[in-house]
């Protein structure tokens, strides 16, 4: 439960893991504000979550893609005099080409809502945090971060990664200031990120086992943001997973690559 003017700001709100960390944070009594693109579909959330939980909602409008993006955010928190003491990183997208035919505007673009935006964001939010040594923050990340290259989506797991020594450099420089950082790091999770990102056809192709619903991530991960844990890696399936990939040999896991490559899914 929080108080009055404190919120747990979402970006990336509008469906899957966002969404299903909104319902999360909102049956536990977080007010709760909601970031994405669709003012349609965050007006609906919105009006879900406050009749729903009795909490306070807002939401904000804003494309992390543009580099005012980030700023624009947490201007609209300060006229709001919001305090947000939990920041949840969610915002991201796949690109559905291969790397040699990929326009560097659009890796630039994409680099900047999956890494940039985030260290933005985080930055911003975190020295109000700090004068108030009180703060969770948590960045979406992915099981890509520990697996071997792959051969699609060569840009998602080395930015996932690098986000995760982010979280990690967040922890050691603010802990001692009550702010902990929490990387989630999902596997293939049921949502609508491949529908939307052109990847589908990937997707399909994944066993069923290893596809895991949002509802399930959201909840695990913010149940280990609350206790202030580094990282969380949801399911048993993919806890072993993530520890195979750790000790077994690469070559390995190159062979199986196609099965291991990041993303969510949508059924």
């Known amino acids: 439960m929080c108080e009055k003017n404190s919120y747990a700001l979402i970006t990336g709100a509008s469906s899957g893991i966002g969404l299903e960390i909104a319902h999360s944070l ?4 977080y007010n709760i504000i909601l970031t994405a693109r669709n003012e349609s579909k965050l007006k ?31 201007d609209f928190c300060e006229t709001k005099k919001y305090f947000v003491n939990i920041l ?5 997208y796949a690109m559905s080409t291969n790397f040699e035919e990929t326009k560097v505007e659009d890796e630039e673009k994409f680099i900047r809502v999956l890494g940039t935006a985030v260290i933005s964001t985080t930055k911003l939010f975190v020295r109000k945090m700090i004068k108030n040594n009180n703060g ?11 697996a071997p290259p792959s051969t699609i989506q060569s840009l998602y797991g080395p930015i996932k990664t690098f986000m995760n020594r982010f979280s990690e450099g967040i922890n050691l420089s603010y802990n001692h200031k009550g702010i902990t950082s929490t990387a989630l790091c999902p596997g293939y ?21 290893l596809k895991k619903p949002a509802s399930r991530i959201a909840e695990e991960g913010v149940t280990g943001m609350l206790k202030g844990k580094k990282i969380v890696v949801p399911t048993k399936t993919w806890k072993i997973i993530v520890f195979l990939i750790k000790i077994v040999p690469q070559f390995i896991f190159n062979i199986l690559s196609s099965l291991l490559a990041p993303g969510r899914y949508e059924d």
């Open 44 to 74: 609906t959330i919105s009006q879900d979550l406050r009749s729903k939980y009795n909490i306070e909602v807002d939401y904000f409008i804003c494309d992390l893609a543009d580099k005012q993006g980030p700023k624009n955010i947490f």
């Open 189 to 209: 999770t049921i949502t609508n990120f491949h529908t939307a990102s052109g990847v589908q056809d990937e997707m399909d192709r994944v066993p069923g086992f």
């Open 26 to 29: 909102a049956k536990r009594g």
């Open 88 to 92: 949840v990183n969610n915002a991201g």
């Open 136 to 146: 969770k923050i948590m960045i979406v990340s992915s099981v890509a971060a520990f």
